[in-house]
């Protein structure tokens, strides 16, 4: 069960300066390599910190036990994913371990639109096509604390098949060379402290993370809504 308690840093505990000055598109981007934790984190802050906009993306993934559609993600057929990114619905997307995975591009856009932070948690391909759009973005990037550690975790959430445990692995030594390309890398020794870091740095990045009075649904407006079927 997650913790119900809410971020220190988000409630007025001081917080670090700015990595970078203030910028149009308030995004902040979580990469790292598969099973290092970001949904966990993502998923922990959704209740500890329920203000903080996130991003839900699309996949052709299949559902793991316990996902629910329009939390974790959209579950799509490829067929309705490839006429998003035909459609240029998508902000970024990629391929990864066989699946695709997508950013729908209106409720970031929406985000953008109102001056209003948001967060993507999505792989390092699809990290580096956000820069291209909007290089003023925050990138943070996690690490597991050991490469042992990161195959400890993949294997043993018992969630992938043999064949699918090693396409990850070999795409997370990829993306774990790519860490310096991120602005700040974060090690996740903690869920908590995690969460509680990339507070610090949203808030010192981009101030107040309340969404706005209409976006308390807990997951934003679900994909007819935002007009993408
Ligand atoms: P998983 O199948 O473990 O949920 O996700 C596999 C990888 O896809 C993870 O690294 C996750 O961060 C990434 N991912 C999730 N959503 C997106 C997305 O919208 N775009 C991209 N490029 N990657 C994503």
């Given at each position: 069960m997650l913790a119900a308690e809410p971020c220190e840093l988000s409630r007025g505990a001081p917080a670090p300066a700015p990595l970078r000055g203030q910028t149009p598109a308030r995004l902040t981007v979580l990469s790292g390599p598969s099973a290092v934790g970001k949904s966990t984190v993502a998923a922990r802050l959704r209740v500890t910190?329920?203000?903080?906009w996130q991003s839900v993306s699309v996949t052709t993934r299949p559902p793991r036990p316990g996902e629910e559609n329009g939390r974790e993600y959209y579950f799509v057929s490829t067929e309705e994913f490839d006429g998003m990114a035909a459609r240029g619905e998508l902000l970024e997307w990629a391929s990864y371990a066989g699946n695709r995975y997508g950013t729908p591009r209106a409720p970031v856009q929406l985000r953008i639109d109102r001056d209003a932070p948001a967060l993507l948690e999505i792989d390092v391909a699809g990290a580096r096509q956000v820069r291209a759009t909007f290089p003023e973005s925050l990138f943070i990037f996690l690490a597991p604390p050991t490469w042992e550690e990161l195959e400890r975790r993949l294997v043993s959430?018992?969630?992938?098949?043999p064949d699918a445990i090693s396409q990850r692995l070999e795409a997370a030594r990829a993306e774990l060379a790519a860490?310096?390309?991120?602005?700040i890398t974060l090690v996740n020794t903690s869920v908590d402290d995690v969460c509680n870091q990339l507070v610090a740095l949203m808030t010192a990045q981009y101030g107040s993370l309340e969404r706005d009075a209409?976006?308390?649904?807990?997951?934003?407006?679900g994909l007819a809504q935002q007009g993408i079927h």
């Open positions: 910190c329920p203000w903080i959430r018992n969630t992938e098949s860490s310096d390309e991120f602005d209409d976006e308390h649904d807990g997951t934003g407006p």
